[in-house]
């Protein structure tokens, strides 16, 4: 079944540690995004990369990194984990253009900063 | 049931009984909604959209209202079964853009 994965579903790192998160997909789609979400609370995007193009949110801070080596990956790097960080971390996918109907998520990362 | 969303986060109905889930957005921009449930620890799942064009849409005893006059949607849940207990939240896009942002979210916990 074509589908959004995160790997892994749980992770745990170090205060400061850089640590990165990883997403692939199989829709073919052109579009993924990175979101975190805290407990109880929205999931706020951080960033998408549109095909080849990276759009920051005005509000990540620098500490959230991401790269797109193909269509296939996007990975999340947080260089300097705080405990603030702490978070579940989706990512998601769409196509854009005609036939965009929102976005398949992944079942998430759950990131613990010990 | 009924919530106002924003300010009452967590809305309990009996099984059986229809639930209302209201969320105001804020950008008069966005043309574009979409009700997700997110059950712990999963990731957010499609329930069902509207497009900025419509006041009205149903899906399988799910209906979404769009309110544009003063930016309100609410998610209507028919015959509300225990496994609808979940988070619910709106999204919006604006039309510019793929990115869809989320409201704050309702958790539905259905009593059995």
């Known amino acids: 079944d074509a589908m959004v994965i995160q790997n892994p579903r749980y992770q745990v790192t170090q205060f400061g540690k850089p640590v990165t998160l990883s997403c692939s997909q199989t829709?073919?789609?052109?579009?993924m995004y990175w979101y975190q979400q805290k407990s109880s609370q929205a999931p706020k995007l951080l960033f998408h990369?549109?095909?080849?193009?990276?759009?920051n949110e005005a509000d990540t801070p620098d500490n959230f990194q991401s790269r797109r080596p193909n269509t296939s990956f996007c990975f999340l790097d947080i260089r300097s984990p705080g405990l603030g960080d702490a978070a579940m971390y989706l990512c998601?996918?769409?196509?854009?253009?005609?036939?965009?109907?929102?976005?398949?998520f992944g079942s998430g990362t759950r990131l613990t900063v010990v | 049931g009924e919530s106002v969303g924003l300010h009452l986060p967590t809305l309990s109905v009996q099984e059986g009984d229809n639930s209302i889930i209201n969320c105001a957005y804020s950008n008069s921009a966005s043309d574009y909604f979409i009700w997700y449930k997110q059950e712990s620890g999963k990731g957010p799942q499609f329930i069902i959209d509207?497009?900025?064009?419509?006041d009205k849409r149903q899906g399988q005893r799910v209906t979404v209202l769009l309110n544009k006059t003063v930016k309100h949607l609410s998610l209507q849940i028919a015959a509300t079964q225990p496994g609808d207990s979940a988070v619910y939240f709106c999204a919006e896009n604006s039309g510019t853009g793929n990115q869809f942002y989320f409201g704050t979210g309702t958790s539905l916990t259905v009593i059995p």
């Open positions: 829709l073919n789609h052109n579009v």
């Open positions: 990369y549109y095909d080849k193009d990276f759009n």
């Open positions: 509207i497009r900025s064009n419509m």
């Open positions: 998601a996918t769409s196509r854009s253009g005609q036939g965009f109907h929102g976005y398949t």
